[in-house]
């Protein structure tokens, strides 16, 4: 009776549980060797979505080689902007990169912050149409993912249009709505993937209002840039989007009769359990998903200091406004589940050790149910956001190299500046390249001890 109680709990612990890392890589619409380029305006350029999905991506497959280059402009409408009209837009900052992958979302500054206006939209479809033919024209098998823009707020802050001095019924979402149903339909036609970040923000900024009007409005300050935590749910929609699997690791384990019930992405060995205190050696093969904005409050745009690495992870500090709105999208059931469960236990409490961290006191009955170890201080957490600033910090020195140095230098003329400033900027970029390495390093899985004790 006991072995076909176990098979059956065996059975059921399949549900939701996902194979090994290899298996969930296979599904995911990022490979091994993608070169991922984010283009976009100011809300691209702020950066923090992008650092989310690779800094995903990098702990949760620490063996899939891929490289994200940040190419977002602020003011930048699909005709280019002041860094450039179109042609030099792509021919400069996406191109050179030979991406096979490439993100779009424009359309905040498209829709010229005034009610819909039939001339500006034509202008809009047009320029929009133009990237994707030169995309598939100079890059033969991209894979290009469009981007409905994210919203202005008239959901939790003031209605309106920006710079409209006359009362219109509506607002200015209500211009990018239409925006992102042309999005929609365009990317239906030419067979690409299309992702709703706007739809995903409006539920969570309704959401938020809900339960605290006032942190609702810190989700989108100023109602165009999203904060931090506003980008956490734009990175969460578009890593659902390309099939980003749930699970760092999962592991169910039977103390009374000293057998590992069920594993996925991770393996479990040297198990040993006496009355009192069982203990066994993990290998995941991933890390958890630091929640960039959770654990330290992230300002609205990053502070224009070369090198900036982001504010210091405080694991024991909860930001309210990422803890509200985190909890509504659910991020840790879509994105960061790492269920432990310890079965046949005595009642009583029991305290959590790993590599003799202490994590928590857990009660017997917890643990049969299962606790997430990505919602605790572990050592695993503290290497995945030692690889998030790895990510971050890659990510600042393309800005610096390419807007402090790459751009300056190409307006200053002349042969001999030209010539110099093409050899400083090439050696930048391969010192950029390099970057990954320490990033691939860092996300390496280590084996870790866990120790359960019971509390007397």
């Given at each position: 009776?006991?072995?076909?109680?176990?098979?059956?709990?065996?059975?059921?612990?399949?549900?939701?549980?996902?194979?090994?890392?290899?298996?969930?890589?296979?599904?995911?619409?990022?490979?091994?060797?993608?070169?991922?380029?984010?283009?976009?305006?100011?809300?691209?350029?702020?950066r923090y979505y992008p650092v989310a999905v690779q800094t995903f991506i990098r702990t949760r497959f620490p063996n899939l080689h891929v490289r994200f280059v940040d190419s977002g402009v602020g003011g930048d409408r699909v005709t280019g902007g002041w860094a450039g009209g179109i042609n030099l837009r792509?021919?400069?900052?996406?191109?050179?990169?030979?991406?096979?992958?490439?993100?779009?979302?424009?359309?905040?500054?498209?829709?010229?912050?005034?009610?819909?206006?039939?001339?500006?939209?034509?202008?809009?479809?047009?320029?929009?149409?133009?990237?994707?033919?030169?995309?598939?024209?100079?890059?033969?098998?991209?894979?290009?993912?469009?981007?409905?823009?994210?919203?202005?707020?008239?959901?939790?802050?003031?209605?309106?249009?920006?710079?409209?001095?006359?009362?219109?019924?509506?607002?200015?979402?209500?211009?990018?709505?239409?925006?992102?149903?042309?999005?929609?339909?365009?990317?239906?036609?030419?067979?690409?993937?299309?992702?709703?970040?706007?739809?995903?923000?409006?539920?969570?900024?309704?959401?938020?209002?809900?339960?605290?009007?006032?942190?609702?409005?810190?989700?989108?300050?100023?109602?165009?840039?999203?904060?931090?935590?506003?980008?956490?749910?734009?990175?969460?929609?578009?890593?659902?989007?390309?099939?980003?699997?749930?699970?760092?690791?999962?592991?169910?384990?039977?103390?009374?009769?000293?057998?590992?019930?069920?594993?996925?992405?991770?393996?479990?060995?040297?198990?040993?359990?006496?009355?009192?205190?069982?203990?066994?050696?993990?290998?995941?093969?991933?890390?958890?998903?630091?929640?960039?904005?959770?654990?330290?409050?992230?300002?609205?745009?990053?502070?224009?200091?070369?090198?900036?690495?982001?504010?210091?992870?405080?694991?024991?500090?909860?930001?309210p406004l990422a803890a509200m709105v985190l909890k509504e999208v659910h991020a840790y059931r879509v994105l960061d589940r790492e269920p432990l469960r310890v079965g046949g236990l005595a009642a009583g409490d029991y305290q959590l050790r790993i590599n003799h961290q202490q994590v928590g006191t857990f009660?017997?009955?917890?643990?049969?149910?299962?606790?997430?170890?990505?919602?605790?201080?572990?050592?695993?957490?503290?290497?995945?956001?030692?690889?998030?600033?790895?990510?971050?910090?890659?990510?600042?020195?393309?800005?610096?190299?390419?807007?402090?140095?790459?751009?300056?230098?190409?307006?200053?003329?002349?042969?001999?500046?030209?010539?110099?400033?093409?050899?400083?900027?090439?050696?930048?970029?391969?010192?950029?390249?390099?970057?990954?390495?320490?990033?691939?390093?860092?996300?390496?899985?280590?084996?870790?001890?866990?120790?359960?004790?019971?509390?007397?």
């Amino acid at each position: 009776m006991k072995s076909m109680f176990w098979l059956a709990m065996a059975a059921l612990l399949m549900v939701g549980w996902t194979g090994g890392n290899a298996a969930q890589a296979k599904g995911f619409f990022i490979k091994a060797g993608d070169r991922v380029v984010f283009y976009g305006d100011s809300i691209t350029e702020q950066r923090y979505y992008p650092v989310a999905v690779q800094t995903f991506i990098r702990t949760r497959f620490p063996n899939l080689h891929v490289r994200f280059v940040d190419s977002g402009v602020g003011g930048d409408r699909v005709t280019g902007g002041w860094a450039g009209g179109i042609n030099l837009r792509l021919k400069r900052d996406i191109f050179p990169f030979k991406p096979n992958v490439v993100t779009i979302m424009l359309g905040m500054n498209d829709g010229s912050y005034r009610p819909f206006n039939k001339h500006i939209f034509m202008i809009y479809k047009n320029g929009y149409r133009h990237i994707i033919q030169s995309l598939q024209a100079h890059l033969p098998g991209v894979k290009i993912v469009l981007i409905a823009p994210s919203p202005w707020d008239n959901y939790a802050q003031r209605k309106g249009y920006p710079v409209n001095p006359h009362h219109r019924p509506g607002s200015y979402n209500d211009v990018l709505i239409r925006y992102s149903n042309f999005v929609k339909k365009l990317a239906a036609k030419n067979h690409l993937l299309c992702v709703d970040f706007n739809t995903a923000m409006v539920e969570a900024i309704k959401a938020a209002i809900k339960i605290n009007p006032h942190l609702a409005t810190r989700i989108i300050p100023g109602q165009c840039h999203p904060g931090a935590t506003g980008q956490m749910v734009m990175a969460q929609t578009l890593l659902r989007a390309w099939g980003a699997p749930a699970t760092v690791a999962a592991v169910d384990i039977n103390a009374a009769n000293k057998t590992v019930v069920k594993t996925a992405n991770t393996t479990v060995s040297n198990l040993s359990a006496s009355p009192t205190q069982i203990s066994w050696t993990e290998l995941d093969q991933s890390l958890p998903y630091p929640m960039m904005t959770l654990h330290a409050s992230w300002p609205q745009f990053p502070p224009e200091v070369a090198g900036w690495t982001g504010p210091r992870q405080n694991m024991h500090a909860v930001n309210p406004l990422a803890a509200m709105v985190l909890k509504e999208v659910h991020a840790y059931r879509v994105l960061d589940r790492e269920p432990l469960r310890v079965g046949g236990l005595a009642a009583g409490d029991y305290q959590l050790r790993i590599n003799h961290q202490q994590v928590g006191t857990f009660s017997a009955g917890q643990l049969a149910k299962g606790i997430n170890l990505a919602r605790y201080d572990t050592p695993m957490m503290g290497q995945a956001y030692k690889v998030m600033r790895l990510v971050w910090l890659q990510t600042e020195y393309r800005f610096v190299t390419w807007r402090n140095y790459q751009l300056p230098l190409a307006r200053l003329g002349g042969p001999a500046v030209e010539k110099a400033g093409r050899k400083l900027v090439a050696a930048m970029y391969k010192h950029w390249r390099h970057m990954d390495a320490a990033q691939y390093a860092a996300a390496k899985p280590l084996p870790d001890n866990y120790t359960l004790t019971a509390v007397k």
